[in-house]
């Protein structure tokens, strides 16, 4: 590959290794995070991304900080992707008290509204509707900003979906709808499931635009991702963005993944998003697989820090029980 | 002053509260709709005109547009949710109970969701799926304040103060109650108007209210069954029986105070609930007098409540369905007995 063929030339230096190092510290955090499950430090129950991480760097770099998020259960990439440090994530993967949520809301309620990001919602497809209602609030208080609403492929089945989706397209609502079909709805192949696997075909049911890009190229969801926030920011939303990823870890918790097939996961594997950047980002020329070694030694550090802080930080009292009911 | 129905009432409560605060916006279904209802029960008649682009006409998408409401008042919009009938809310109640009740807490505090569901509720001859008492199903989630308004002075007072509240408010209104007039006039109506004052004012969303005071026995109801339990009272005292009445008004949370002072004085207590007897409000409250004002009672409790069946549609098992003025009379003479 030539250093003018690589699609990463097309950007500034700096800027695609943001990119690079994003990806990186969602994949170390999640891998760090499973281990500390799995050793059984880390109490509650874990849903991951390890395979996604285009989709959550990709579409939050097309954001500006005052524009939102919602996120799902499986909303770790997207909390880092918008700006969530490591620290106040582990904290509250530990349930402390300087987490992000106080402890109060976990691996599945992650947010932080200042950054932009609504709490998780761990209701398949329950985001969609309030998403929908964020973006109305938007456009009620003539407000530039947008919302970009993850959910998955599973989510498409959901009553939710129809209603929050219709809603947005009747009222031109500035709503990036960003399905990451990663193919499976837990353990279900969407091919059991839809009829019509194109998830983005729906749209133009609903009379609006819809997309599929390769969700596993960072700068492909980039662009997509650009192009839908300023259609929304010009009152032409919402944009059903199509994201075809893959998941390579569990569902959750101890899930083996016993069905997906080898040749499907051999295939996904090697269209790994990190893996495919590092040789966009080696082909410019200016960038070295030294420079890419720091930037992951760099953020092993940093989340090795972060655990260490996270085992020390503060717990809640009983008396924080009930606290936070009502504002 | 002026006299005025429920539906009347909140009319103007949510007009004065969207011209108060910008913020304020109503959504749900027909509630904007030219030449329409103003809702199913006349409460936003004539609001759309008054307030271009903040009546949201909404497709029939109960989930939806709960779930729109949430979200608008995260991000500082304060919504009046209309559901066109309570039984609708089993839809909704997924936007309601996982997204609006437990948002400030998951959150660690920093989420507010300011936002208001009016919904209607009672057996009003439209048999089994437009007549459920709701309330239950949502005083035992916590992060929720949930009322009920028998009077279109509380209409209008708890309507504003539940716009003015930063949490998730449920405010239930009864079908025989509104006063709405023309073709949405009810049946069987009962006489809910008030006074209402020119000026500024709201009610409290956590007490109860005395209704007529007695020193033999308390009388505790809510919505249809305060009125009915004022027409026992009248009953009740020409017997020699003097009977408190109490409107329940906040069902989540229960003022233990008032109900707990009225219990010092006459020792016995009726609930009266519009509703299955089986997991009601009137089962919670009766369980919070033991907890809170035991020492107070001079007999057990008595629940006077539907029957464990669905709501049925022809008026004469309707009508046995329903408490009404004689089982809550007799419900009385058999306690003062006791």
Not at chain 2, 194 to 219: C, M
Not at chain 2, 230 to 258: F, H, Q, W
Request: hydrophobic share 45%.
């Amino acid at each position: 590959m030539t250093k003018s063929s690589s699609p990463a030339a097309a950007h500034d230096r700096a800027f695609a290794l943001k990119f690079y190092e994003q990806m990186v510290l969602i994949r170390e955090f999640e891998e760090r995070v499973k281990f500390l499950f799995l050793e059984g430090t880390m109490p509650g129950t874990i849903h991951q991304c390890q395979g996604q991480e285009a989709t959550a760097v990709g579409v939050c770099a097309a954001l500006r900080s005052d524009d939102f998020i919602t996120s799902t259960f499986r909303g770790h990439g997207h909390a880092l992707a918008k700006g969530l440090t490591v620290q106040e994530m582990l904290d509250e993967l530990f349930g402390a008290t300087t987490g992000c949520c106080k402890g109060k809301g976990g691996s599945m309620h992650m947010g932080n509204m200042d950054k932009g990001m609504v709490p998780g919602i761990a209701i398949v497809a329950g985001g969609i509707p309030l998403a929908a209602g964020m973006a109305l609030a938007f456009k009620l208080q003539r407000r530039p900003q947008v919302v970009a609403c993850f959910f998955g492929d599973g989510a498409v089945a959901e009553g939710a979906f129809h209603e929050g989706v219709n809603m947005a397209a009747i009222w031109d609502l500035p709503v990036i709808l960003v399905c990451e079909n990663n193919l499976y709805g837990a353990s279900t192949r969407i091919d059991k499931v839809m009829k019509n696997p194109r998830v983005s075909d729906r749209a133009a049911s609903y009379g609006f635009r819809g997309e599929t890009v390769d969700g596993n190229d960072v700068l492909t969801v980039y662009a997509a991702a650009q192009r839908a926030a300023e259609e929304c920011r010009a009152g032409k939303g919402p944009v059903l963005l199509e994201l075809l990823t893959y998941r390579r870890t569990g569902h959750s918790r101890r899930d083996a993944c016993h069905y997906q097939a080898k040749d499907e996961r051999e295939a996904w594997f090697a269209r790994d998003p990190i893996e495919r950047f590092a040789v966009q980002l080696l082909a410019r020329g200016d960038v070295s697989q030294s420079d890419l070694d720091a930037i992951k030694a760099d953020i092993d550090q940093q989340i090795t820090t972060g655990v260490e802080n996270a085992k020390q930080a503060p717990q809640p009292t009983l008396a924080d029980l009930t606290t936070d009911v009502f504002a | 002053m002026k006299r005025q129905g429920i539906a009347e009432a909140l009319r103007d409560g949510i007009a004065e509260e969207m011209t108060r605060d910008p913020a304020v916006f109503c959504i749900g279904e027909d509630i904007g709709v030219p030449g329409g209802w103003g809702g199913a029960f006349t409460v936003t008649l004539g609001l759309a005109e008054k307030f271009p682009g903040r009546i949201i006409d909404t497709p029939i998408a109960e989930l939806g547009f709960t779930g729109m409401a949430v979200g608008a008042a995260m991000m500082g919009m304060r919504p009046i949710a209309d559901m066109q009938y309570g039984d609708f809310l089993f839809l909704a109640s997924d936007q309601l109970i996982n997204n609006a009740a437990k948002m400030r807490y998951m959150s660690g505090g920093t989420v507010k969701v300011p936002m208001v569901m009016r919904a209607p509720i009672g057996a009003t001859g439209r048999g089994s799926q437009h007549a459920q008492s709701m309330e239950r199903y949502f005083t035992g989630v916590p992060g929720l304040k949930v009322v009920a308004v028998s009077n279109a002075y509380d209409a209008k007072g708890i309507l504003k103060a539940a716009v003015r509240d930063d949490n998730p408010v449920m405010i239930f209104e009864h079908k025989l109650l509104y006063g709405s007039k023309g073709a949405r006039a009810e049946p069987g109506a009962v006489d809910a108007t008030s006074e209402i004052p020119d000026e500024d004012y709201v009610v409290p969303l956590d007490r109860a209210a005395v209704r007529r005071e007695g020193k033999h026995v308390t009388i505790l109801g809510w919505l249809l069954m305060t009125h009915y339990a004022m027409a026992a009272a009248t009953l009740l005292a020409a017997e020699g029986i003097e009977a408190e009445v109490i409107d329940v008004r906040s069902l989540s949370p229960i003022d233990y105070d008032t109900i707990g002072a009225s219990l010092r004085k006459t020792g016995r207590v009726i609930i009266v609930e519009e509703g299955p007897k089986t997991g009601g409000v009137s089962a919670e409250i009766a369980a919070g007098i033991m907890e809170h004002c035991s020492d107070s009672l001079m007999a057990p409790v008595v629940r006077v409540a539907s029957p464990d069946v669905p709501v049925p549609f022809t008026p004469i098992l309707e009508n046995a369905y329903r408490p009404d003025v004689p089982r809550i009379v007799e419900a009385a003479r058999r306690l003062a007995q006791n």
